[in-house]
């Protein structure tokens, strides 16, 4: 619990989700739903990194190690510095408020200005095909959430952090129900969303129920208080480097799906749809939206595509 009525004794311990808490109620009226979210989400990727510790605990050294985090997971210098900026000011709120005799850990740690358009490169259609054929091949855990990836768009945390009953294999339309959970929330409103399941992603939704005995779709990354998306984005992107350009990183799956839908004259809007991208057209907000056989016809075109030379 959080210290009441300004009572603070020495022993008073506040730890990074409760100065999130802090941060909300002391700050968040009158703020729109986008000052809650990513607050959440930045504190969630160094929950994810580092832990949850008491705001003592966390040392420069952690906060330059999260930043590599970050850069490793595909952030670009811009993201990245946000990130920090947020952070910085959630743990400085309760440091003041408290009284506390620590300092902020992340209020100094160095963010560089990288090359962020070498960051974003999406994977070339065959260095694509050959990472999914070499998924196929080796057919283990990790192949498999790269394979999800590959042909869905998915984010990556999106993606780690499934259930398998969040696959709907048994559905006339095999797909995926992307939705919110306790241990791995969802970046903006707009990633809530339906993916028609194709291609390689279909071929891993199966392997995945077939051979996971756990209800979570990847155990190695995701249990029930957390998605270590973190690791996940480290141990892929190793593995990948061999196959791929530099400058792309598992996040670039979801700058290839993009356009590879607009090689097949996908709309602008089924494509946002499809990501999970927010939209610039208020006609979105109207209606009840795409059926999935609307957007399964779109994937399907996205999945020939891909196969032709």
Known sequence: MLPVNGQVSAETVITLRQALQNYHSLKGTGKDDLFFRSSERFVRYVIEGLGDRPLDRYTSAD???????????????????????SIRSIVNLSIKEYGLSCDNAFAQTFI??????????????????????????????????IALISDSGMRLAEAAGLLKAD?????????VSLKPHAWRQLKTANSERVIPLVGTSLWAARRILECTDSEF?????????????NSASATLNKWMRPFVPDGCVIHSFRHSLRDRLRAVETPSEIADVLGGWTSKSVGQSYGKGYDLPVLQRWMKRLEEYSESD
């Open 63 to 85: 906060a330059a190690a999260f930043r590599d985090q970050l850069f490793e997971k595909g952030l670009s210098s811009s993201s990245v510095k946000r990130t920090f900026a």
């Open 112 to 145: 560089p200005d990288r090359n962020d358009v070498t960051k974003r490169l999406p994977i070339p259609i065959d260095r694509l095909r050959l990472i999914q054929e070499t998924c196929r091949k080796t057919d283990d855990d990790l192949r498999w959430l």
């Open 167 to 175: 696959m709907k294999m048994d559905h006339d339309i095999p797909h």
């Open 217 to 229: 779709a990847f155990p190695r990354f995701t249990n029930a208080t957390r998605c270590n998306s």
